[in-house]
């Protein structure tokens, strides 16, 4: 079957500090892959997105690689803020598939 | 706004009462999806509606959970003879033509927290 695996938080780091969250996942065929972030208070939004071998994707600093060899999707952000303390996940859809798998969630605190 | 709204954000509840959540979603949007976040897991799939297609109910865990969407719009999940493992945030999505038309961006609500004592 499907399924996300996500490092497992919390993870705390200090300002400007440089960010990996962990993501693998398995599926059938060549699934397209999500990054989704949810702030405090707020609903789950797409944050970046990539849907074939080697893509990246990228919004507000962060990038993500989708690596077919590896099954990977790691998080990646240069220099953290404060405001980008949130809860991150990790999730794919294979194919044409309706609906979408996530992983459990890897929340980040960010300090001054 | 113009955000999935949903209704009640919090609901406490004791065991074997029935529960009601509601999902309004964004105006125009064809897909409504229900999920459930229970401490520790990921986001599991409950139902899906697209248009007037049949729902896909693959991932009701049992048959005390139902949802129905009325004229296309609100939609309401429904838990019958609520468990204590029921409790969880129940999350609706909505998008305008369901994650296979459009490459998997769905617009969240906020929750609805649900607590069974």
């Known amino acids: 079957g499907n399924s996300v695996t996500q490092m497992e938080g919390p993870v705390t780091l200090s300002e400007e500090a440089f960010l990996t969250i962990n993501c693998t996942y398995t599926a059938t065929g060549y699934p397209s892959l999500f990054w989704y972030v949810q702030y405090p208070g707020e609903g789950l939004q797409l944050l970046l997105k990539a849907t074939k071998a080697d893509d990246k994707g990228s919004n507000k600093g962060f990038e993500a690689t989708y690596r077919k060899e590896t099954t990977s999707f790691h998080l990646e952000k240069g220099s953290v803020q404060v405001s980008d303390s949130a809860v991150y996940f990790c999730?794919?859809?294979?194919?044409?598939?309706?609906?979408?798998?996530f992983g459990t969630g890897t929340r980040l605190q960010v300090t001054l | 706004g113009a955000g999935v709204s949903q209704s009640p954000s919090n609901k406490v509840t004791e065991k074997g009462k029935d529960v009601e959540l509601r999902c309004d979603p964004i105006?125009?949007?064809?897909?409504l999806y229900w999920y459930r976040q229970s401490l520790g897991q990921g986001l599991e799939f409950l139902i899906y509606f697209q248009g007037n297609s049949a729902p896909d109910k693959s991932g009701l865990p049992s048959d005390r959970f139902s949802a129905e969407r009325t004229g296309g719009s609100v939609s309401t999940l429904t838990i019958q003879r609520t468990q204590q493992e029921d409790s969880a945030v129940y999350l609706c999505?909505?998008?305008?033509?369901?994650?296979?038309?459009?490459?998997?961006?769905?617009?969240f609500g906020e929750g609805s927290r649900l607590t069974v004592l």
């Open positions: 105006s125009g949007h064809t897909a």
């Open positions: 999730a794919l859809k294979p194919g044409t598939a309706s609906k979408l798998t």
């Open positions: 999505a909505s998008s305008p033509r369901g994650v296979a038309g459009n490459a998997g961006e769905l617009f």
